[in-house]
């Protein structure tokens, strides 16, 4: 959401938690400034920077993911897809209870065309780390999601199960290379999904 919105906005998100955060006396300033000046509290102008600031970066992680993802049409490809939990419970339940990979609303929901069957996936709790694996199905459906049609992407996951949760901390260690959770979905070398691939069976 662009910073010109918050004065439209009517409602925040109920599913909150706080946080300390320290900032120059400075950059402190200039945040009240232009919190006075839109006609907003600070933690309601820092909220909705941060929102902002997070959707910026989903969006340049996507970017450098798609030239990443290039490569032979015959290797087997592995992905991590974010189940939604942190913003909604029901679709990270839903997903596990269907065996799905499942993406919402634009531009998000694309990112599930982009498997092919025999992909490889797991399913990544927010906080928690790959709670379930599967092969695509490379058959995308589109169906609606919070009473707006085709705004739900997803697929099937073919020998579907869930595992012993694998924390972040446990996959950096595993394959020892650094990885950003946050985007939504995201392609892992061959090489390193094939390790956590071999890892979850012994699950």
Do not use: C
Not at 76 to 83: I, P
Not at 163 to 186: G, H, Q, W
């Amino acid at each position: 959401m662009a910073l010109r919105d918050l004065m439209r906005q009517q409602q925040m998100d109920q599913r909150t938690e706080s946080i300390s955060l320290r900032l120059s006396t400075s950059d402190l300033l200039k945040i009240d400034d232009l919190a006075t000046s839109l006609d907003v509290t600070r933690q309601r102008l820092l909220t909705e920077m941060i929102k902002e600031g997070l959707e910026n970066a989903e969006t340049l992680f996507k970017e450098d993911d798609e030239v990443a993802a290039e490569g032979s049409a015959n290797e087997k490809k592995y992905y991590f897809l974010n189940t939604n939990k942190a913003n909604d419970p029901e679709t990270h339940k839903n997903m596990l209870a269907s065996s799905i990979a499942a993406a919402f609303n634009d531009p998000w929901k694309y990112s599930i065309e982009r498997l092919k069957a025999g992909d490889v996936v797991f399913l990544y709790e927010s906080g928690t780390g790959i709670v379930a694996t599967g092969i695509a199905s490379g058959k995308t459906e589109m169906v609606p999601y919070e009473g707006k049609a085709d705004e739900e992407y997803h697929q099937k996951l073919e020998d579907f199960r869930k595992v012993k949760p694998l924390s972040a901390k446990e996959i950096k260690a595993l394959i020892d290379t650094n990885l950003i959770f946050y985007r939504t979905m995201f392609k892992v070398p061959a090489v390193l999904g094939a390790k956590i691939e071999k890892h979850l069976k012994k699950l």
